[in-house]
């Protein structure tokens, strides 16, 4: 085989298996349900005199719609992300594209990345920051959802309510794993569309 | 909108005042107009066919299926959380949709707590009948819908108890509630029964004050606190769920712990 047939055959490698991207849609529009009906929600009884989110950015109009909106949608975000979290450690993926992670590649590449010199050949291979921020948000996934459930039901789900530092802590936790998820996709957003072929990849595979 | 009974003991001025706030606030009416089109979009990218009414439609089917699910994850054998006095919340925060200056006066000399629907003996209950009682504690975790808790202390009588005495039949569906200001409420009966749901007439050892719902209470540690109705005038057994105040708002019905 010669060099270039090689090239061929990996640029018509499928990058994303349809149920990457079938998660990965659905989960977007889930995620931005529930962070803007969150911020409403939020609203209510804000942690943080200082932080308010405007009704006009957020999801329901009033605690109660806003309340409609976030028990709807937790229904789709949690059976979406068991999916892809199965098919992830059962497909071998996760371990494949974001493992391992060593801190002072991590520590290189976001140094090359902040100064504009960080590759984007390859879209199947996933850099360290790449590896860091992807895991980093499956990991916020989980703890958005665990302290959200600790929440809504600190009676019949105490120990885990207990595990998150009792009622009041998980409120905290919820809140800074949805500030740490809303910074990730601003980050994610803004290098999809500096480039758009990863963009292309999460909508045909290729 | 809704009957209004001129219950004794009550300020007829207060009922007044409390009728005008029965309407939301013209924003809250149809809450998820504004935005059923970011809804829409959301689901169905450029495609009109959800309207405001159908998203809004969804939406409450949604929060019924949720109801179901919550009532099947209660159990009556899960306990609330207890708290050592030195965890109550001081000064236990007044809360409802009026000011403290605007609530209830109940005159507890003529006060009556009226019993109906599905039960052997609809006598109804003086104030001193009710604190005869037998009497139990408890220091429970209050959360409100909005997101805040207080830990607070209450003493009264467990509603399964007094159910059983008023030979209530505990196979019928719900218990309505209605408030000397005209709140209403309706719970499920299980959660009725479960041992920690009290008829309160006391706060921290002390006969309920008006701010906490005086003559009564009922306390229910397993539910959001709107579920938890003050200034308690009547009940009723039955199997027909006759909705409440914040519930027939759109608030979740079930709002189980």
Known sequence: MTAETINTIAADKIIHPVWVRVCHWVNAVAILVMIGSGWQIYDASPLFTSIIFPRSIALGNWLAGALLWHFAAMWVLVINGIVYKTLGLASGRFRRKLLPIYPSQVFADAKAALTFRLAHDDLSHYNAVQKVLYAGVILCGVVIVLSGLSIWKPVQFQELTFLFGGYDFARYVHFFAMAAIVGFLIVHVLLALLVPKSLRAMVTGR | ?257
């Open chain 2, 1 to 257: 909108m809704r009957k209004r009974i001129i219950i004794p003991g009550v300020d007829p001025k207060l009922l007044i005042k409390d009728a005008a706030k029965l309407m939301p606030d013209p924003a809250r009416r149809g809450f998820l107009r504004g935005t059923a089109s970011l809804g829409a979009l959301a689901f169905l990218t450029g495609c009109d066919i959800i309207d405001g009414d159908t998203a809004e439609g969804v939406l409450r089917k949604i929060s019924s299926f949720n109801d179901g699910a919550q009532a099947a994850l209660f159990s009556r054998a899960k306990l609330a959380p207890t708290f050592p006095d030195s965890a109550i919340t001081r000064p236990f925060p007044f809360n409802a949709y009026y000011d403290e200056d605007e609530a209830p006066e109940v005159d507890g000399s003529a006060y009556k707590l009226e019993i109906a629907g599905l039960v052997d003996n609809k006598k109804p209950w003086t104030l001193a009948e009710l604190h005869a009682l037998p009497e139990v504690s408890q220091v429970t975790r209050h959360v409100c819908v909005e997101g805040w808790s207080a830990i607070g202390s209450w003493q009264g009588t467990p509603l399964s108890e007094f159910l059983k005495r008023i030979g209530a039949d505990t196979k019928a569906k719900y218990v309505w509630f209605k408030c000397a200001e005209g709140y209403t409420n309706t719970i499920d009966m299980p959660t009725a029964l479960h041992p920690q749901t009290q008829m309160s007439f006391k706060f921290d050892h002390k006969i309920l004050p008006r701010a906490y719902g005086f003559p009564m209470k009922i306390r229910i540690p397993t539910k959001l606190g709107f579920k938890n109705p003050k200034y308690v005038v009547a009940m009723e057994v039955t199997n027909t769920d006759r909705g409440g105040y914040w519930e027939n708002q759109g608030y979740n019905w079930f709002s189980g712990l």
